[in-house]
């Protein structure tokens, strides 16, 4: 199966569980998310090779929205799955589309550091009933229908509680403050240090509002001065928590014998990534403590 390789280590987790091998393709540099005309690549190469890919997990990493028209076309061209990894998407739009409606399955997370949390589990999303059905199935231990325990399958124990799905419709009313709250982060911090040399903020790509999930930034040391880890060095100092853009899967030791298309994009962009301070809950004196520091650093 393949994924992007710069994304959190669940995606290529879960082709694991299933018993599959991850390949990892590059991702663009503009956008941080899957390169199409590599994933293309990728697949014509593994089909020339007679081991064609299963499927195609996107992520729409950081609130991005992934280039669904072309990653489409390009799956359906090869007669290749498309799953939709919008973990961190939620209320992200591109092209009118959510984040979470761009292919045959779909999936959110509710863990407590996403957009909106019900402290932990997640969602699938299918237009499909059949795949709703086997879902379902599946992630109640794969129950057979009989008066009696009767199991054909190995299932799993996948709920999402009622308690905890009652929390996440509340919290589900919070979601277009939170987007904009996010938003409004990343402009804030973007009229303030948009200027400095060497930085370059993530965007939305074409045609997308996007829920600005982190504020990302790429610092290059050359034009700066100094690099992303004294950057955040110097903000850890005030205890200001940023981090490190998510470390590529091919560099991971557990990953490290997957095969790779690609790979200096995202390896750069973990070199020189920075994911500044974002909650949704922080102040605007928040975030001027933070850009304040910031142009200490030098
Ligand atoms: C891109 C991505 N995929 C998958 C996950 C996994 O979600 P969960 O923690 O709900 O299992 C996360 C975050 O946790 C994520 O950031």
Redesign the pocket.
């Known amino acids: 199966m393949l994924t992007s390789s710069l ?2 280590a ?2 290529a987790n879960a082709i694991r569980y299933c018993g599959a091998e991850p390949v990892f393709v590059d991702v663009d540099s503009a956008t941080w998310t899957l390169d199409p005309a590599l994933v293309d690549t990728a697949l014509a190469t593994l089909r020339r090779e007679g081991n064609p890919a299963k499927a195609v997990i996107a ?1 729409d ?1 950081y609130g991005q929205v992934c280039d669904y028209a072309a990653l489409s076309e390009s799956c359906a061209r090869h007669e290749v799955a498309l799953v939709e ?1 919008a ?2 998407a939620l209320g992200s739009v591109r092209d009118g589309r959510s984040a979470g409606a761009f292919a045959e399955l779909a ?1 959110l ?3 407590g ?1 996403k957009i909106i949390t019900t402290a ?3 969602m699938l999303l299918s237009d499909d009933p059949a795949h709703v059905r086997r879902a379902r199935y599946l992630a109640t231990q794969a129950r057979d229908p009989a008066p009696h325990y009767e199991h054909s399958a190995v299932g799993y124990n996948y709920r999402l509680s009622n308690l905890l799905a009652a929390v996440g419709l509340g919290q589900l009313r919070m979601l277009d403050e939170r987007v904009a709250a996010r938003r409004a982060h990343r402009e804030a911090y973007q009229a303030s240090l948009g200027d400095l040399p060497g930085w370059r903020f993530l965007t939305d790509p074409p045609g997308a509002v996007t829920n600005a999930w982190l504020t990302c930034v790429t610092i290059d040391p050359a034009a700066f001065g100094v690099d992303r880890e004294a950057v955040r060095l110097h903000l850890e100092a005030i205890d200001v928590e940023s981090r490190p853009v998510w470390k590529p899967m091919h560099l991971q030791p557990v990953f490290r014998a997957c095969r790779m298309f690609g790979g200096e994009v995202a390896a750069r962009l973990f070199r020189d990534g920075l994911c500044l301070p974002s909650g949704s809950a922080m102040t605007d004196e928040d975030r001027s403590r933070v850009v304040e520091r910031v142009k200490t650093v030098r």
């Open positions: 994304t959190f669940a995606t992520v990493l990894d973990a961190e999936v997370s509710f863990n550091n932990g589990g997640g």
